[in-house]
């Protein structure tokens, strides 16, 4: 049976610690075991970053909106992870997305405070830290510089890419095919039509106002250029 410090072990930033290091960690670190029903706000957009939150059960929805509202992003995920772990220093210091509830989820928070007096400390939780932001800028780099797309379905499928986290499982993104049109620099009717090839080869599900990827790393594989 899984016991407590095996499921805190698997977490981002704990792996790599012993299990001697985790009780002294918990000895003096406040851990915060939380609940969360289906459909219920876990974290929202614009609240100030003054925790790590680790899901250890469950799955959930985070959703972007843009600055203008005129669009919006939802990702899915499982767990383990950890909620923009980025968030919590620099010049913003906000939650980008709302992070809402799938399923029954267990999460566990850590205040900064905890954070920068004690984990801080200790190297591996230190590295691990890092090496999470790390990757992310790498991530966001090989992105910006991806090979150029120039069909319409490429410019879409480059726009969705630019504006998820991860490369795989389900997203949503709630746009205005006027609105979609004039972000891949292309007329109405075009946006249309690519996006109705693309289902045509499911690799997405339209709805009124909707766009639904069953599968990002499907899309990615079999998109054209």
């Given at each position: 049976?899984?016991?407590?410090y095996?499921?805190?072990?698997?977490?981002?930033?704990?792996?790599?610690?012993s299990?001697?290091?985790?009780?002294?960690?918990?000895?003096?670190?406040?851990?915060?075991?939380?609940?969360?029903?289906?459909?219920e706000v876990?974290?929202?957009?614009?609240t100030?970053?003054d925790?790590?939150?680790?899901?250890?059960?469950?799955?959930?929805?985070?959703?972007?909106?843009?600055?203008?509202?005129?669009?919006?992003?939802?990702?899915?995920?499982?767990?383990?992870?950890?909620?923009?772990?980025?968030?919590?220093?620099?010049?913003?210091?906000?939650?980008?997305?709302?992070?809402?509830?799938?399923?029954?989820?267990?999460?566990?928070s850590?205040?900064?405070?905890f954070?920068?007096?004690?984990?801080?400390?200790?190297?591996?939780?230190r590295?691990?830290?890092?090496?999470?932001?790390?990757?992310?800028?790498?991530?966001?780099a090989?992105?910006?510089?991806?090979?150029?797309?120039?069909?319409?379905?490429?410019?879409?499928?480059?726009?969705?890419?630019?504006?998820?986290?991860?490369?795989?499982g389900?997203?949503?993104?709630?746009?205005?095919?006027?609105?979609?049109?004039?972000?891949?620099?292309?007329?109405?009717?075009s946006?249309?039509?690519?996006?109705?090839d693309?289902?045509?080869?499911?690799?997405?599900?339209?709805?009124?106002?909707?766009?639904?990827?069953?599968?990002?790393?499907?899309?990615l594989?079999?998109?054209?250029?």
């Amino acid at each position: 049976m899984e016991t407590m410090y095996d499921t805190l072990l698997q977490l981002p930033l704990f792996q790599g610690l012993s299990k001697e290091d985790l009780t002294n960690i918990l000895a003096k670190v406040k851990l915060h075991f939380l609940r969360f029903k289906d459909d219920e706000v876990i974290l929202e957009a614009g609240t100030t970053c003054d925790l790590f939150m680790f899901i250890i059960k469950g799955a959930i929805s985070a959703t972007t909106i843009s600055p203008d509202g005129s669009y919006e992003v939802t990702e899915f995920v499982h767990a383990p992870c950890l909620l923009e772990p980025q968030s919590m220093f620099g010049m913003n210091t906000q939650f980008v997305s709302t992070y809402t509830a799938q399923t029954e989820v267990q999460a566990v928070s850590i205040d900064k405070d905890f954070v920068v007096k004690e984990l801080l400390k200790y190297d591996i939780f230190r590295l691990n830290y890092i090496n999470q932001i790390g990757y992310r800028a790498q991530l966001l780099a090989a992105k910006l510089w991806s090979s150029e797309r120039l069909s319409v379905e490429g410019r879409i499928v480059h726009f969705l890419q630019m504006h998820t986290e991860r490369n795989v499982g389900r997203k949503e993104l709630k746009v205005k095919m006027e609105r979609l049109a004039h972000i891949v620099n292309d007329t109405r009717l075009s946006v249309s039509r690519a996006l109705n090839d693309m289902q045509s080869r499911g690799l997405l599900r339209l709805s009124r106002g909707e766009i639904v990827i069953p599968d990002m790393a499907l899309l990615l594989r079999n998109s054209r250029e």
